[in-house]
């Protein structure tokens, strides 16, 4: 079945510093990925939809300077989370859908970055 | 507004028994509804999809029922395990779009 692999699954570091995670889709090429974010005891948020050779689409209020996304290919999509700070640390999840956007396909998850700023 | 609401109570019952979960909507009109389960720090599994038009599915323990008039959708396992403890989660696709939208999710505890 279709996998997506992320990495780090767990940052614990400096507030100041920046922290880059990797998507990818490992058997299967995504034009478009997902980013979301979980809050303990919360549900998972949409933070921005990662467009494989364009500009990210933000949620309203996620800051585009903050977590800059990049998806450079058909597999691969990079969240940085520039400058964290306590606030930032949090659960971040991306997703991808083999059949494409549109498609009632559902969405193939990885398990996840465990941020933790100090 | 638009709301996906689940029980935020967790579920706690005997193994064996037949557990069941409720996802209701709010102002959306979905075309289908899918129900994912997710394990502490680990991302969402997907379970099942149910379609508009379609009123019950099942996979194996698992049954989903939709009611698009009452704006709800039932999650049941039946003849639970310890091992089916985890949070559940109903997500549906907002209208006219493609983004996914998740309820918060209900944690199911199975005691053996």
């Known amino acids: 079945g279709a996998v997506v692999s992320q990495h780090p699954s767990r940052v614990i570091c400096k507030s100041g510093t920046s922290v880059k995670i990797e998507c990818r889709s490992l058997d299967f090429q995504a034009t478009t990925m997902f980013w979301y974010r979980q809050f303990p005891k919360q549900s998972l948020m949409l933070m921005a939809t990662?467009?494989?050779?364009?500009?990210?689409?933000?949620e309203q209020g996620v800051e585009k300077d903050k977590f800059l996304i990049n998806h450079a290919s058909l597999t691969l999509s990079t969240l940085t989370v520039t400058s964290a700070h306590p606030e930032d640390s949090s659960f971040y999840i991306c997703?991808?859908?083999?059949?494409?956007?549109?498609?009632?396909?559902?969405?193939?998850f990885g398990d996840g970055t465990r941020l933790s700023i100090l | 507004s638009q709301k996906i609401e689940q029980n935020s109570e967790a579920l706690n019952i005997q193994e064996g028994k037949t557990a069941t979960l409720t996802c209701n909507y709010t102002?959306?009109?979905?075309?289908?509804l899918q129900w994912y389960r997710q394990d502490p720090g680990r991302g969402p599994v997907f379970l099942l999809l149910i379609r508009e038009n379609e009123k019950e599915k099942r996979k194996e323990r698992l049954k989903v029922t939709f009611d698009t008039t009452l704006k709800q959708s039932l999650f049941h396992i039946t003849a639970s395990q310890p091992a089916d403890s985890a949070t559940y989660l109903c997500a549906l696709v907002a209208d006219s779009s493609y983004k996914l939208i998740f309820g918060s999710g209900t944690r199911l505890l199975v005691r053996p």
């Open positions: 990662s467009n494989e050779g364009s500009k990210a689409t933000y």
């Open positions: 997703s991808a859908n083999p059949g494409g956007i549109y498609s009632n396909q559902p969405q193939h």
């Open positions: 102002n959306y009109s979905p075309a289908y």
